[in-house]
């Protein structure tokens, strides 16, 4: 891959020299020769350096869209040439929604370099369309999202469903409602997901099948964050019954049961380019995926498990 490219990227994503410097395991002067190389071989700036931040030119936003492209190509043509080579192994860039990222994914990578330890896999979290958009624009090789609506250029398959429920800390009121009624479900503060997110999607869905407009919102931008705040007290959410494995355990936080459409169910999806082939050691991927996607999801619900925690 081209230094100069892959270090002018680094810096345009993360808008920091240190940063790039940190995730491209080089010095920060040697990232400053690189893009001051690559300025002047295009005789043009392609970044403003302030003390706090770094931002692109006009120039650099033309440079950064080919830029992307360009690497991509270069993994694909790295990822042939060894394939030739009977090689499984190189770089895997892996995007995930926060949902599967943090709670599915480790597990997966933890088999994955254990059975193909010459695969070295890179991971973004982001919401689904973030993942779907960085997909498009060839930053990653494949996605795992929970939403359904992620646009054109990309096709979609199931990797394993997932089971949503509502839940709350158990002192808080509506927890001892037994079957609480729409109108009850709407005077609460709905603790929820930003918008363009798997879960946010899976919680409008749920509000109007069950026509609920709930007179409080509040958008928090990280699964961890509603959590926390739902423990307190501050009120109710739609989770992946995965990513409250730890809270239901402990009992910080309780399923509310006899509440319509729940347990709410959705699928984790896949995404690829379309018109891609694959590769030898993306298919050795999602091969490991859906094997540990299979067990960790199937525990989510065990035969005659109740709602009520």
């Given amino acids: 891959m081209d230094a100069q490219l892959e270090v002018f990227e680094a810096v345009a994503r993360l808008r920091s020299f240190s940063k790039a410097a940190e995730r491209l395991h080089i010095t920060q002067p040697a990232v400053s020769q690189q893009i001051r190389a690559l300025e002047d071989s295009l005789g043009v700036r392609l970044l403003e350096r302030t003390n706090k931040a770094v931002s692109l030119t006009n120039a650099g936003e033309i440079a950064l869209r080919h830029a992307k492209e360009i ?22 860039a892996i995007g995930a929604s926060y949902t599967f990222g943090e709670y599915a994914l480790p597990p997966a990578l933890a088999r994955l370099h254990r059975d193909y330890p010459d695969i070295r896999p890179t991971i973004a979290i982001g919401n689904t369309a973030e993942i779907a958009d960085r997909l498009r624009a060839r930053e990653l090789d494949i996605g795992i999202v929970e939403g359904e609506d992620v646009g054109t250029g990309l096709r979609s398959e199931k990797l394993a469903d997932d089971e949503m429920v509502l839940a709350a800390a158990p002192e808080h009121p509506i927890a001892g409602v037994r079957h609480p009624s729409p109108a009850r479900l709407a005077e609460e503060t709905w603790l929820v997901r930003e918008e363009g997110s798997g879960t946010r999607a899976a919680t409008d869905r749920l509000l109007a099948a069950m ?35 730890k809270e239901l355990k402990l009992g910080t936080l309780r399923v509310l049961g006899g509440v319509s459409g729940t347990p709410f169910r959705r699928e984790f999806r896949l995404l690829l380019r379309n018109g891609e082939p694959m590769t030898r050691s993306l298919d050795a991927f999602l091969g490991t995926l859906r094997l540990a996607a299979t067990e960790l999801l199937g525990e989510q619900r065990e035969p005659g498990r109740s709602d009520k925690e």
Avoid at 71 to 88: K, P, Q, W
Avoid at 227 to 241: D, F, N, P, V, Y
């Fill in 71 to 92: 690497n991509g190509l270069y993994r694909a043509m790295s990822e042939r040439i060894g394939e030739l080579m009977n090689c499984v192994g190189g770089p895997i």
């Fill in 211 to 245: 026509g609920v407009r709930p007179v409080r919102l509040m958008e928090l931008g990280s699964t961890q964050l509603i959590k926390e705040m739902a423990e307190a007290g501050l009120g109710i959410t739609l989770q992946s019954r995965l990513a409250l494995r």
